[in-house]
């Protein structure tokens, strides 16, 4: 239930010639605050909610709760989220002994592309791709629940680092 998860940005879009999935997503929150959300997400197969907890040690560690619900439920749901549903593609892409998950962003949140991995301990070693760039763990700003509050599209062109 503790997730560990580093969040990068990406420079470039050759991690979509290595992806071994690509998922279309769209997801809305019930509750955005920092200390705990609530989000509802619907993909291509499958609906979920999950409850998120404040992260800690540098933004790597959070707990994480998730369930699978039916996905007539989660279209209802999603109608009640609070302020920008995120729109999102997700591409896995195998590195080492891990997966990344790359989120390219449309709509309100469109030139937007960050890549997440998780791990199974704070200081474990990874693999970093050449499409990697600059990390951003620990950032609120690129956060999904403070992406559907404060969309890319809305940033000053100075803070787009």
């Excluded at 420079?11 to 999935?21: R, T």
């Excluded at 791990?119 to 474990?124: D, I, R």
């Excluded at 609120?140 to 680092?161: D, F, G, M, V």
């Amino acid at each position: 239930m503790i997730e560990i998860e580093r969040k990068f940005l990406v420079n470039s879009e050759a991690f979509k010639n290595e992806a071994f999935k690509k998922t279309k997503i769209q997801q809305g929150y019930l509750n955005s605050d920092k200390d705990r959300s609530v989000r509802i997400r619907i993909n291509e197969e499958k609906a979920f909610i999950t409850v998120k907890g404040p992260t800690y040690n540098k933004g790597i560690q959070r707990f994480e709760w998730e369930k699978e619900i039916p996905r007539k439920d989660a279209e209802a749901l999603i109608l009640l989220c609070e302020d920008t549903p995120i729109e999102k593609i997700r591409y896995e892409i195998k590195s080492g002994n891990h997966i990344y998950e790359v989120d390219e962003f449309f709509n309100a949140n469109d030139g937007l592309i960050v890549a997440e991995i998780e791990l199974n301990a704070v200081e474990e070693n990874f693999e970093k791709p050449d499409w990697l760039g600059k990390e951003v763990t620990g950032d609120p700003k690129y956060y999904n629940s403070e992406l559907s509050i404060h969309p890319y599209k809305t940033w000053k062109s100075t803070n787009k680092s």
